[in-house]
């Protein structure tokens, strides 16, 4: 507790630190909401960053500033026409300048910027609801397309590179093989039976029908904020896996989190399912802002990602079960087999429209 309190005091530029408590409910790292007795700035976000999963925090800052700072001056120069309102949560320095600060335990502390007036949800509540989901994305997208990828350090080696979690996923098995329930037994089959198409995105990327542009990482619902007022989409939270990547796996992991109406944490996986009519509401919401730079290649590989990134995180969560949950926070004992199950039942639903679903994508294309 104390070291909240001295972390919040060091990260505060004015008044005094009210009160620290836990924020949002991010797997990785330590997310507070500061609140200060200061009128202009009310609260800020303080994260203690999860360094065991990102070995140079300090680059994630640095990829978070460079980004900020391009989204940033586009801002201004587009503000005088824009549609709405449009934040970027914003990294603020310490007392003494520094992006981040190591505390006397060696952790690693950052704050950025709270976005007020906002609302963030767990699950897509309607069409409406999508539509503005899809176009936050685009936004965001739009805002970093002419931001170079080599300006981004790869924080996060291997990170949505599916081949490589079905290696490790491999390895894991070979070395801890698990008892075999109901439950792993459909889990290892399901991988076993869909491992020859793991390559899909990345084969096309070093065939170049695919490039590295800045991604954002993890577009899930959760970090697509809401303004009450208008209902309109107005910021992208939680940059730090901000990286060179496929948007590919923005656009498939945004599609994953907002189109299963049971949400990510559900136990009841059994009932999981994709829903088309909210896919094609965030692709319409989507290409509406970011149609403009997409290439052809770029559409012929959108059924694949709308597919293989939530089989991906059932591996990952899988994985991570079988490794005695070393990477995911959990909340109760198979929490990690529970959340690969149902990314694997998402996956099969969509396998299962994939008519449907290419043929949405070919009509908005
Ligand atoms: C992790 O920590 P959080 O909740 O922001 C994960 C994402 C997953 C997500 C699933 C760095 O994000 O890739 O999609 O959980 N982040 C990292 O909820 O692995
Ligand atoms: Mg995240």
Redesign the pocket.
């Known amino acids: 507790m104390e070291i909240l309190f001295s972390a919040a005091d060091r990260f505060k530029a004015k008044g005094t630190v009210l009160d620290v408590r836990p924020h949002g409910?991010?797997?990785?790292?330590d997310t507070f909401l500061v609140s200060l007795d200061f009128p202009e700035t009310r609260c800020f976000i303080l994260q203690r960053v999860n360094t065991r999963?990102f070995g140079r925090p300090e680059l994630v800052t640095a990829n978070i500033r460079t980004l900020t700072d391009h989204v940033g001056k586009r801002l201004e120069r587009e503000a005088p026409n824009s549609r709405q309102r449009w934040e970027i949560p914003r990294i603020l320095p310490d007392r003494e300048g520094s992006d981040h600060w190591i505390a006397p335990d060696g952790s690693f502390w950052r704050a950025m910027s709270f976005i007020e007036s906002a609302r963030s949800f767990e699950t897509v509540q309607g069409a409406e609801h999508a539509l503005e989901v899809g176009y936050g994305l685009g936004t965001f997208h739009r805002l970093i397309h002419d931001l170079p990828a080599e300006r981004l350090a790869d924080t996060?080696r291997g990170?949505h590179v599916t081949p490589h979690y079905l290696q490790r996923f491999e390895s894991v098995l070979a070395a801890r093989p698990p008892g075999l329930s109901p439950e792993i037994r459909y889990a290892l089959k399901f991988v076993e039976d869909r491992k020859a198409g793991v390559g899909v995105l990345e084969d096309a990327r070093t065939r170049n029908r695919l490039r590295l542009r800045p991604i954002h990482?993890?577009p899930?619902v959760d970090n697509i904020l809401i303004d009450p007022e208008t209902a309109q989409a107005v910021a992208m939270i939680?940059l730090?896996?901000v990286k060179p990547g496929l948007i590919h796996t923005d656009i498939g992991?945004c599609l994953r989190s907002c189109c299963n109406p049971s949400g990510?944490e559900t136990q009841d996986w059994e009932a999981v399912r994709f829903e088309p009519d909210l896919c094609r509401s965030i692709l319409q919401g989507y290409l509406s802002t970011a149609g403009g730079f997409l290439t052809a290649d770029d559409h012929d590989f959108l059924y694949d990602a709308v597919r293989l990134i939530p089989f991906e995180?059932g591996l990952r969560f899988l994985t991570d079960h079988l490794e005695g949950d070393v990477?995911?926070k959990v909340r109760y004992p198979g929490h990690n087999l529970v959340r690969a199950l149902v990314q694997f039942k998402l996956t099969e639903s969509i396998e299962s429209l994939s008519g449907p679903l290419r043929a949405v994508l070919r009509e908005l294309r």
């Open positions: 409910n991010g797997n990785i790292h999963v996060l990170f990482g993890d899930k939680d730090d896996t992991d990510e995180l990477y995911f």
